[in-house]
């Protein structure tokens, strides 16, 4: 039986959570610190300060490592009022890769790595960049493909060469976690590792931002080649050859906290909407009263409410330890396609306005495209899906018993 109920204590970091949105965060939208590359750090270093002065950063990091150590339930609401702003997960420091980055870290980092790369991160004093996808045929949809390689040095440490693309927030990240295949001395193929390291290391060089069609990260998305970049054993993040599992991990949860930051931005995009349709008159009613608009927001409320049930029976398994691989894969692609419709109906009731930049809908309607494509395009997690449906005698359900 999955518990709904709140306690009084969360209730009031929601409400908290939802003011500083409102009053302090969304005002700053048109700050002209943004270009197409994403908001400056010296906007986000402000506005995280502020977020620490109301006591709401880093909802998902624990406590000990100065986050508000909630679970799953609880990041839910926080990270929904977090996205009702394109800049607030950025000012609450719940953004992608650096929540992703955090949570992999705490599992599985050292001691001495928490102590030099996590404790900054949930501090927001420092970002972080997270290096897997390649160009050219190299890994994507399918990780198995990975080419940049890790061969060992005389020193016991590797040598890393590969080019890495899409990489979100690097120009300006402190330290990157890289995923190469790592060889033996013989050469022999000994799976996929991760390595964290600082950004300051010779042979890792930008080599140039792309042009997309969001701009909510700081530094966009980054090319990265690595040409004999030298890491020490110590550097490595958990064991030799674990990478994938690794990314697996840190992806299960970093799905549901797309779904959740994406669910707020939606909202937004619904309430404005809802306003337009209440004042706007045309053929003699307001536009509301029109079936073809009153329609539309019923579906967009339809869509929003089982995203957020979605959501939250997800987080409710999280919470309860339980592996919930499937149902964070069907999340995932049902808040990516649900909320991407609440954004594009919102658009279509703004009529010429909501391609303008006078409301934040254009914005969101920019940014939401690459949730259908990244951490797993829709088709591949439907293809795992089905997968999982034919291969399981008796069909999936049985398979989860
Ligand atoms: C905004 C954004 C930010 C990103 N940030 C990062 C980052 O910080 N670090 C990082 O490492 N990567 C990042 N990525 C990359 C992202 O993880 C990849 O784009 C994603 O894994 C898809 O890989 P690909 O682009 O190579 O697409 P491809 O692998 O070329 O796939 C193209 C399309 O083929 C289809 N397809 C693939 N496999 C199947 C299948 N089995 N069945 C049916 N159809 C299929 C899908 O429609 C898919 O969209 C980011 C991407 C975006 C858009």
Known sequence: ??????????????????????????????????????????????????????????????????????????????????????????????????????????????PEQKERFLRPLVSGEQRSAFCMTEPDGGAGSDPRLLRTTATPDSRGGYVLNGRKWLITGFPGARFVIVMARTLDDTGRDLGASMFLFDTERAGMTMVGQLNTMDNNSPGGHAIVDFEDVRVGADEVLGEVGRGFRYAQLRL?????????RWLGAARRCHDIAVDYARERHAFGKRLGDHEGVGFMLADNEMDLHSSRLLIWQACWL?????????????????????????????????????????????????????????????????????RSIVDEPGGREAGMK
């Not at 402000?46 to 150590?69: K, T």
């Not at 691989?325 to 009731?349: F, G, H, N, P, W």
């Open 1 to 110: 039986m999955i518990d709904f109920s709140l306690d009084p204590q969360m209730e009031e970091l929601r409400t908290r959570a939802r003011e500083f949105v409102r009053d302090i965060v969304v005002p700053r939208e048109h700050d002209p610190r943004q270009d197409r590359h994403g908001p400056s750090d010296e906007l986000r270093l402000e506005l995280v300060a502020q977020a620490r002065s109301a006591g709401l950063l880093s909802a998902h990091a624990p406590v000990e490592w100065g986050g508000l150590g909630l679970d799953h339930r609880g990041r839910a609401l926080l990270l929904e009022e977090a996205g009702y702003s394109p800049i607030g997960p950025l000012a609450l420091n719940v953004q992608a890769p650096d929540e992703g980055n955090t949570n992999l870290l705490e599992k599985v980092a050292t």
């Open 252 to 260: 299960g949860p970093a799905r549901m906290t797309h779904c959740m």
């Open 318 to 386: 999280l919470d309860q330890g339980a592996r919930a691989r499937e149902e964070t894969s069907m999340a995932k692609v049902y808040c990516s396609e649900a909320l991407s419709r609440v954004v594009d109906r919102s658009v279509q009731i703004l009529g010429g306005r909501g391609i303008t930049d006078h409301t934040v809908v254009e914005r969101i309607y920019r940014d939401i495209r690459s949730f259908r494509i990244y951490d797993g395009p829709s088709e591949v997690h439907r293809w795992a899906l089905a």
